[in-house]
């Protein structure tokens, strides 16, 4: 097996183990339980998974920009001699285990609005397709492209180290979830 089958593969069983971890703990829940806060003031266990959700949505663009056949990398992404760094960097600041919180770029808040009745099972169909454009993205050597994050245009990162810090933000605010609903 190749190193991008292997790395796929990988990948694509953690993202069912968020699905798989997402249905255990989360779809009993009611609403008002979900929307809830702490009592230490944080965010309730629907914004932690809301932060998921729109983080991964805010990537979308750019991944379906590297998966077009005809796509070119602009200049910046081309020489970004930092674009190496900064994904590795980024799968270990946003991930989990957290080293140190960060406060969430706006772009990335979760909703104002309360999560309804049929929130996780939406947040279940997101992964399903988040885990499909990972399986492309990987399997399709497009994981060694450069795409720009959707915080800044001169934050330049490879696409398979923006998926693998993906996977891990997911699972470090799926625990924070659960710690908010407990």
Not at 120 to 149: C, T
């Amino acid at each position: 097996k190749s190193l991008f089958s292997v790395m796929t593969d990988e990948l694509t069983g953690q993202i069912e183990n968020l699905i798989g971890d997402i249905r255990k703990d989360f779809s009993d829940i009611t609403p008002e339980r979900l929307n809830k806060r702490p009592s230490n003031g944080g965010w309730s266990a629907a914004q932690c998974l809301q932060h998921i959700l729109r983080t991964n949505e805010a990537y979308g663009p750019a991944f379906k920009n590297i998966l077009a056949k005809d796509h070119k990398q602009e200049f910046w992404e081309k020489i970004s001699p930092f674009t190496a760094t900064t994904g590795r960097g980024l799968h270990v600041q946003i991930g989990h285990p957290v080293i140190r919180k960060f406060k969430a770029p706006l772009i990335f808040h979760p909703d104002r609005e309360p999560a309804t009745a049929d929130f996780i099972s939406e947040l279940i169909i997101h992964f399903e397709s988040f885990k499909e454009s990972v399986s492309l993205i990987m399997a399709s050597r497009a994981g060694r492209k450069v795409l720009r994050s959707p915080v800044s245009k001169l934050i330049t990162l490879h696409a398979d180290d923006t998926c693998k810090a993906l996977v891990s933000h997911a699972h470090r605010h799926i625990e924070q979830a659960r710690k908010a609903l407990s």
